[in-house]
T-cell receptor
Framework: AQKITQTQPGMFVQEKEAVTLDCTYDTSDQSYGLFWYKQPSSGEMIFLIYQGSYDEQNATEGRYSLNFQKARKSANLVISASQLGDSAMYFCAMREVLSGGYNKLIFGAGTRLAVHP | EAGVTQFPSHSVIEKGQTVTLRCDPISGHDNLYWYRRVMGKEIKFLLHFVKESKQDESGMPNNRFLAERTGGTYSTLKVQPAELEDSGVYFC?????????????FGSGTQLSVL
């Protein structure tokens, strides 16, 4: 069965520094996708970044980058130049492809990030 | 363009009562998903609609949960009768068509507390 593991329940970082949020996954599929979502205190889940298993380059979206190490089955999120507004819950997720081609996301337990001034 | 909206944002009910959660997806999104996060645990899939049809309801905990999406627009999730373990945050998400990098747009969730 597919599984996502986020081992850091909480992290803190100084403003303007970089931080890495860990995510490891387990799957027997050759084709899969990995996502990171951010959940601020307002509650909504915000899509941050996506990495496909066949993508040769690590995904980047502004200050977010995904350190994808396929052999180690890890997909860590790197946030550069942290801002106070980055304080939130962060979820790593993997796409599970169902019959008919439909998708279902498998989530990790999340990491709460606190950015200190 | 309006995002995914969920109502109510919070609901506090007593064990044995009925609660109905509503989700309005982004207009034109055929796929609608319900997820749930119990305190401190992973966000778990509940079910998936494609338009008005239930594509996958394998995550529904038991028959006290009933989801509908009449007309393929908004969806409701009814819990009847509610139990203590039903407490958690219920998220709704929608997307256009399924693809390898299908991006789900989530609502802000409904915080359900069963006392």
């Amino acid at each position: 069965a597919q599984k996502i593991t986020q081992t850091q329940p909480g992290m803190f970082v100084q403003e303007k520094e970089a931080v890495t949020l860990d995510c490891t996954y387990d799957t027997s599929d050759q084709s899969y996708g990995l996502f990171w979502y951010k959940q601020p205190s307002s509650g909504e889940m915000i899509f941050l970044i996506y990495q496909g298993s066949y993508d040769e380059q690590n995904a980047t979206e502004g200050r977010y980058s995904l350190n994808f190490q396929k052999a180690r089955k890890s997909a860590n999120l790197v946030i550069s130049a942290s801002q106070l507004g980055d304080s939130a819950m962060y979820f790593c997720a993997m796409r599970e492809v169902l019959s008919g081609g439909y998708n279902k996301l498998i989530f990790g337990a999340g990491t709460r990030l606190a950015v200190h001034p | 363009e309006a995002g995914v909206t969920q109502f109510p944002s919070h609901s506090v009910i007593e064990k044995g009562q009925t609660v109905t959660l509503r989700c309005d997806p982004i207009s034109g999104h055929d796929n609608l998903y319900w997820y749930r996060r119990v305190m401190g645990k992973e966000i778990k899939f509940l079910l998936h609609f494609v338009k008005e049809s239930k594509q996958d309801e394998s995550g529904m905990p038991n028959n006290r949960f009933l989801a509908e999406r009449t007309g393929g627009t908004y969806s409701t999730l009814k819990v009847q009768p509610a139990e203590l373990e039903d407490s958690g945050v219920y998220f709704c998400a929608s997307s256009t068509r399924h693809s390898t990098n299908e991006k789900l747009f989530f609502g802000s969730g409904t915080q359900l507390s069963v006392l």
